[in-house]
């Protein structure tokens, strides 16, 4: 298979793009439950936006957060807004998007599960695992879908180089390296330091499921944090994973005035590298040993498919998954995983 058609299939396939079949099936009836995630507005466009897969039936407001007014401008702008207890009672609704504050995200979840829908879960799995390990269980009994918010599964570097390792093409994975960072505004410190976990928690769960999506559950977590601020923020942490012959690192620094275009994440097998720098949009570099899949022996830079949207792909993904077209290619078991990973890798107490 040429590159060129490598590239063309891979988009097709792994990011699910919202234009296969689009109209020849019944629309999903979906709603969204809070807007106070740092993601709201963005999965609330997106699925406004795939309007051939999904009809917007309105967003609520979950109980916790009941006093909280709905934004009527940007993604929110026209849509019906209702109480909780409107949207889970609206006829035909089969999904909804939870996009509360961190804190409730998991209770949220668990009551639309107990309603007998699927979910778009946003990250990550709340603050504990025994909670989030009941959710799952939950819509286990149920038959639901419960599908993770993190977004890097869905980037096109990522799936890129999640087939590169599955198919491989690196050999046996010996390192990663991650960074994601940002420069936090004060609204931002007081929003992490209502977890212990700091940025480690609240923004890296992105590179810590990719982190276990390539290589499994690590046999030991080891978490350094710096809280240079007196606010007592974590604020500039590492985390650091063992395996049998590998290790892999994440950084999460939030005093950093260049952290976007520095957020990198790079693998490296016996017989070939990758680095993905910046993760957004995807550069990727590719090093090889020997040809694989149209690329040959040495270093490539991959032209990718351009994604349409952050967050198309996922609900995208979704809409198949709900109609049986497809399966999440991330288990439960995998999520559970990550969620007791994440706190490992945070510092936080593992409950």
């Not at 090889?288 to 995208?316: C, I, M, Q, W």
């Amino acid at each position: 298979m040429q590159r060129r058609q490598f590239i063309r299939a891979s988009a097709g396939a792994a990011l699910a793009m919202p234009f296969i079949a689009k109209g020849a099936k019944p629309r999903i009836r979906i709603g969204q439950l809070g807007s106070r995630h740092a993601h709201a507005s963005g999965k609330l466009a997106a699925i406004r936006k795939l309007s051939g897969d999904f009809e917007l039936v309105g967003v609520a407001q979950p109980r916790e957060e009941a006093e909280s007014p709905i934004p009527g401008s940007g993604a929110y702008r026209g849509v019906k807004q209702m109480l909780e207890e409107e949207l889970f009672a609206t006829p035909g609704l089969q999904a909804v998007a939870i996009e509360t504050e961190v804190p409730h995200l998991v209770a949220a979840a668990k009551r639309a599960v107990g309603a007998g829908l699927h979910i778009h879960h946003d990250k990550p799995g709340g603050t504990t695992l025994g909670d989030f390990r009941e959710l799952l269980r939950l819509a286990k009994r149920k038959g639901v879908t419960v599908q993770m918010g993190y977004m890097l599964r869905y980037n096109p570097a990522f799936q890129f180089m999640y087939r590169a390792v599955r198919d491989g093409w690196l050999g046996e994975i010996m390192e990663i390296d991650g960074m994601m960072g940002k420069m936090a505004s004060a609204s931002l410190r007081r929003e992490l330091g209502r977890y212990p976990g700091g940025g480690m928690f609240e923004l890296a769960c992105h590179m810590v499921d990719s982190v276990v999506h390539l290589m499994g559950k690590p046999a030991k977590v080891h978490a350094f944090a710096r809280r240079t601020q007196g606010d007592g923020v974590a604020d500039n942490q590492l985390a650091v994973f063992e395996y049998e012959n590998a290790t892999a690192t994440i950084r999460c620094n939030h005093r950093d005035p260049h952290g976007f275009p520095r957020r990198r994440f790079q693998i490296a097998g016996d017989r070939g590298a990758i680095e993905i720098r910046p993760i957004e949009p995807g550069k990727l570099t590719l090093s090889l040993t020997e040809a694989h899949g149209g690329f040959g022996r040495g270093t490539h830079e991959v032209k990718l498919p351009r994604s349409n949207g952050r967050y198309d792909g996922e609900f995208a993904d979704l809409a198949r998954v709900i109609r049986g077209e497809a399966k999440l290619a991330w288990s439960y078991e995998h999520d559970l995983a990550v969620q007791e990973t994440l706190l490992r890798a945070s510092g936080m107490e593992v409950k």
